[in-house]
């Protein structure tokens, strides 16, 4: 499977640094992680339907090669295939199974076009949220100078309206960044900008916490005996070991990362609509949707089960890499 | 817990100060124009005195004095008069709409009431939910119940709620027509069957916020439980012979609530963000759609008022939650 490895990547890169990592002998402890992960029914789930969903978006438009913005006016509102069940009389094609919309443009390309961005909008914006929150959790908790200011700022952001704020930050800078990146670029920027730069609080105060519980062990007093600079301590020591809750914020990160796109083009102010997002999608259906219930219902589904794979993966993954549940 | 009080008030301030500066110096990079949808056929001098008129003329920090103190000053004022019939305001200029002209407060209040309905009711019936949910989930752990009440609230967390309440439109108003998809605030209750009409609009939108609540709460609710039944002075009460109602609903349930309610103080806010996308699909004109209006229409004073009566809430929940905390567990106390 190919998620195996996308698991198991990170450890490649910190094996080798990792101070008390036991040698070849015996096993790895990732694949520990791994097989007690494997026991979550509902992560293992969540792990098959986002890989499915992932591949369905990547390699989708290679085999289903229909332009997802080519207008077909004499084959518009075509229902889906198996509307046909039970209505005969509806306007139904095996060239289109997920039916067109009132353009013509074909669903499912748009779906998968959608997807294509809904994903790389929450995996960027995810990742974006993870190393802001990773660097200034980390500065805080092993600088003591810098903790008192550094936690008070992140209070103060966290006090902040933050959707009000996106949406403010949406409208205001949506035409100087088009006109500087392109229509596509420039809003795509600026949402994953947006999204990363309002939730990576919580990763740092967890980081924040971590770290401190850290300093106070006794390899981290053997390694600064010896003399290692702050710097390789930090890379070496800390962030190894704070890897655990970090993956589990990220989980729940790109949850709400997707979500909150959605949520930006639900209410209009997200990727214009020539654009698709599974969010915008959803959008431009809500007011057809008496006559065509399924044009709202498989960009919802997609966002929908997308994101409770996720978070099953999140559940999962705390629960594997909690020393104390794993063996049990 | 007096001293704490005071001190965590007076420390808001400077932080409240801190928001509407960012909320501000935000909108103040705002390249659209309020003069936009004039006439063409206005000469340059004169659009540029109505702009002064609009008080753009100003630096920015003295645009922000003013703002700041028609927001803590000037419309408290108008406030006290309206409820008093005094006249401490004498007049002084409010806070003025770029859209509409007449006051933000105004039309702020006119909007309150449609949102206040139905986010608080959304929350209660959300809170008044997760509760039971997270107790029973909890003394009957990884039981079936416990197995759906994780499951449901899985659900609330990843479905979203434009997609949910487009979900139940199409299936209570669609196709089987038992209730109206657009909320009507024009609708007064005088009667039974107005009552009826109230009930039956308001039971989508309440529960699509409740949905979400329900969720959070239940959780904290259940690893809250969990923590108190394992704890000493629980089978100190079972080895006394107390019954088992007695233990979980007074022992346990009581001290099990002690960080639930600081949860629940502490999404309180959320809920008004959440509000806004609610109102959006059911189309009720409350604040969050008024933002939303406002937003598109450049109306910076409409917006930056909104906004910062949100962090208000915020900070002041935060608070809330931090003193109840206090109040409730004297372990907890921070001084």
């Given at each position: 499977m190919t998620d195996i490895s996308t698991q198991v990547q990170p450890v490649d890169k910190i094996d080798p640094n990792a101070p008390f990592q036991p040698e070849e002998k015996s096993r790895n402890q990732w694949w520990d992680v791994w097989d007690q992960f494997r026991s979550h029914k509902g992560a293992m789930a969540g792990l098959i339907f986002l890989t499915?969903?992932?591949?369905?978006?990547?390699?989708?438009?290679?085999?289903?090669?229909?332009?997802?913005?080519?207008?077909?006016?004499?084959?518009?509102?075509?229902?889906?295939?198996?509307?046909?069940?039970?209505?005969?009389?509806?306007?139904?094609?095996?060239?289109?199974?997920?039916?067109?919309?009132?353009?013509?443009?074909?669903?499912?390309?748009?779906?998968?076009?959608?997807?294509?961005?809904?994903?790389?909008?929450?995996?960027?914006?995810?990742?974006?949220?993870?190393?802001?929150?990773?660097?200034?959790?980390?500065?805080?908790?092993?600088?003591?100078?810098?903790?008192?200011?550094?936690?008070?700022?992140?209070?103060?952001?966290?006090?902040?309206?933050?959707l009000p704020l996106l949406l403010v930050m949406m409208l205001l800078f949506r035409d100087p960044l088009r006109a500087a990146f392109g229509p596509e670029n420039g809003i795509f920027l600026l949402i994953v900008f947006g999204i990363g730069i309002t939730s990576w609080m919580q990763t740092a105060r967890i980081v924040r916490g971590d770290v401190m519980a850290l300093k106070e062990r006794e390899f981290v007093l053997a390694a600064r005996s010896i003399g290692t600079p702050p710097r390789r301590m930090i890379t070496r020591h800390?962030?190894?070991?704070?890897?655990?809750?970090?993956?589990?914020?990220?989980?729940?990160?790109?949850?709400?990362?997707?979500?909150?796109?959605?949520?930006?083009?639900?209410?209009?102010?997200?990727?214009?609509?020539?654009?698709?997002?599974?969010?915008?999608?959803?959008?431009?259906?809500?007011?057809?949707?008496?006559?065509?219930?399924?044009?709202?219902?498989?960009?919802?589904?997609?966002?929908?089960?997308?994101?409770l794979a996720v978070n099953y993966i999140g559940d999962g993954l705390r629960d594997a890499l909690d020393p104390r549940i794993r063996g049990l | 817990m007096l001293n704490y009080t005071i001190r965590r008030l007076v420390l808001s301030i400077p932080t409240l100060l801190f928001i509407a500066l960012v909320i501000f110096l935000l909108l103040e990079l705002a390249p659209g124009d309020p003069m936009g949808q004039m006439p063409l056929t206005i000469p340059d001098d004169v659009k540029q005195r109505m702009r002064e008129a609009l008080g753009l003329g100003e630096p920015w920090y003295t645009r922000f004095y003013l703002w700041l103190y028609q927001f803590f000053v000037v419309e408290p004022q108008y406030w006290i008069d309206g409820i008093f019939g005094t006249n401490f305001a004498d007049g002084a200029q409010r806070i003025i709409s770029f859209q509409s002209r007449s006051p933000v407060f105004e039309t702020i209040a006119e909007r309150m009431p449609q949102t206040l309905w139905v986010v608080g009711m959304s929350y209660i019936v959300g809170v008044g939910i997760a509760l039971p949910i997270g107790i029973i989930s909890a003394y009957k752990q990884y039981s079936v119940f416990d197995q759906a009440g994780t499951f449901v609230s899985m659900i609330?967390?990843?479905?979203?709620?434009?997609?949910?309440?487009?979900?139940?439109?199409?299936?209570?108003?669609?196709?089987?027509?038992?209730?109206?998809?657009?909320?009507?605030?024009?609708?007064?209750?005088?009667d039974w069957e107005t009552m009826k009409f109230q009930f039956q609009q308001m039971i989508m939108p309440v529960m699509v916020l409740a949905l979400q609540t329900t969720a959070q709460v239940s959780r904290y609710m259940r690893a809250s439980m969990l923590d108190n039944l394992g704890q000493d002075y629980v089978r100190t009460a079972r080895a006394k012979g107390m019954t088992e109602s007695i233990v979980i609903m007074r022992h346990v349930l009581r001290n099990s609530m002690i960080p639930v309610v600081t949860v629940i103080a502490l999404g309180i806010p959320s809920i008004f963000g959440g509000a806004i996308i609610t109102e959006q699909i059911f189309k009720v004109n409350g604040l969050g759609q008024l933002l939303i209006l406002a937003l598109q229409g450049n109306d910076i004073p409409m917006v930056m008022t909104i906004t910062f009566l949100l962090a208000v809430m915020i900070v002041m929940f935060n608070l809330i939650a931090d003193i109840l905390y206090g109040v409730l567990d004297p372990r907890i106390r921070y001084d």
């Open positions: 499915f969903i992932t591949l369905f978006c990547a390699f989708g438009p290679m085999v289903w090669d229909v332009d997802p913005g080519k207008l077909d006016i004499r084959n518009k509102d075509v229902r889906p295939i198996y509307v046909a069940v039970w209505d005969g009389d509806a306007k139904t094609s095996w060239a289109r199974p997920m039916g067109t919309d009132h353009l013509g443009r074909d669903i499912m390309a748009n779906i998968m076009q959608g997807g294509r961005i809904s994903l790389a909008v929450g995996w960027t914006a995810m990742i974006l949220a993870i190393i802001i929150g990773t660097f200034v959790g980390v500065l805080a908790g092993y600088f003591k100078r810098l903790d008192w200011g550094l936690m008070r700022f992140t209070d103060l952001v966290l006090s902040l309206p933050l800390i962030l190894p070991n704070v890897l655990s809750p970090i993956m589990v914020s990220a989980t729940l990160g790109l949850a709400t990362a997707i979500i909150t796109e959605s949520a930006l083009s639900f209410l209009g102010l997200g990727f214009p609509s020539d654009f698709p997002t599974w969010g915008k999608i959803l959008f431009d259906s809500v007011d057809r949707m008496t006559a065509f219930p399924e044009r709202v219902l498989w960009p919802g589904l997609a966002i929908s089960l997308t994101v | 609330g967390f990843s479905v979203p709620p434009f997609f949910s309440g487009v979900l139940l439109i199409v299936i209570f108003s669609v196709n089987l027509g038992w209730l109206p998809s657009i909320y009507d605030t024009t609708h007064q209750v005088v």
